[in-house]
């Protein structure tokens, strides 16, 4: 598929679904390198495109960054690793007309996640989005449909779900074989944030395109406290620590309870101990309950704070005969540790989440993917789901086949935001 900018930007997201749709995926031989390209170089992008370069199945062919500096820079170790210079686009739409390009890291500031992902999937490409999948419930749908609609293979960057320990445990959970049936869980994220110093808003750097950093945000004068990190405690453009560091242990839980999206919210917190411009509370409690009364608990703790069971970041499980602590595994009602039988119950193949994500656009078996669309949606919409309690202030019911709020028009605007003209996120339902 071959298209100019200009027509990328006119075309209806209906017709190019449709191109994308008849692309049934590249079938790469034995030797065959697999192109990538890597949008968002900075911090976790590194990871993108050091793992991209390091496999024998791909080669890092293009990088797009909206910062320049950024962008050179990560061009040059690449070149200077494996003797290649890759392609540098400041542009997407301009890298996924690259027909190099096979594959998109997307390590983008969340508010960009969902409709780079979806123009990638339009134009051909398979997708490994970071976490998480989206910025807002709605999108985070979009994009999981076009991912269905287009047969692209759409992985998402919970490294988890291609960890051995993680794969095995949370099945015996499911099972009840271990513990009985589940009737909870806890996620917790428990990492110090410091206050962010309040800066003047200004004009942007010469070597940062800042109308493209924002993307389909709607345009904000530029501040420095948003770039480079610290975009994650604004609404405008990240999700709090929940949607940050929070989302694995987010993914871990509803992956283990396996009920889908619940039927009611509540979250409380604050920015507590200090005074600064940021908006994202840094302690945060969030419980979701499920169609058959299960719970799920999530706790955000960014100041000062004690381990629980010996965890900071990590998971709890509780069912009728014990309960499960993620890395050190199952204990009984007495709290006295319970002995897997590794003969009965071994551990699958522990395997690099990228590593994974390759094998998968080879093979293009949707039912190997580790962390589909589908299912980073639904993890990444419980995040949401709790930001949104918490900024209404109350509890809300949620109706999970229509993915809104029941009686709550106030919350139900904070589902989907007004994107800017230029960078719309495309419906698909």
Known sequence: MSMSRRTFLGTSAAAVLAAGTMTKGKVFGANEKIGAC????????????EAFTKSPDSEVVALCDVDEKVLE?????IEKVTSKRPKTYTDIREALNDKAVHVLGIATPNHWHSLAAIWAVQAGKDVYVEKPLSHEVWEGRQLAEAAKQTGRIVQHGTQSRSEASWRRDLALLQSGEIIGPLYMARALCYKRRDAVPIAQDQDPPAHLHWRLWQGPASEKPYNPMYVHYNWHWFWHYGNGDIGNQGVHQMDIAVWGLNKGLPVRVFSAGGRYTYEDACETPNTQVATFTYADGTLLQFEVRGRWTNKEEDVCVGNL?????GYYVGGKGFFDADSKPIVIDESKYPKPEDINHFQHFLNVVKSRKQEDIHGNALEGHISSAHCHLANIAYRIGRTLEFDPQTETFKKAKDANKLLR???????TVPAFT
Not at 73 to 77: L, N, P, V
Not at 317 to 321: K, L, R, S
Request: hydrophobic share 30%; aromatic share 18%; net charge positive.
């Open 73 to 77: 820079e990560a061009a040059h170790r």
């Open 417 to 423: 935001r007004k994107y800017h003209p230029d960078f």
């Open 38 to 49: 890597v949008m968002g170089v900075n911090g976790r992008g590194g990871a993108h495109y």
């Open 317 to 321: 499980f509780y069912g009728q005969n």
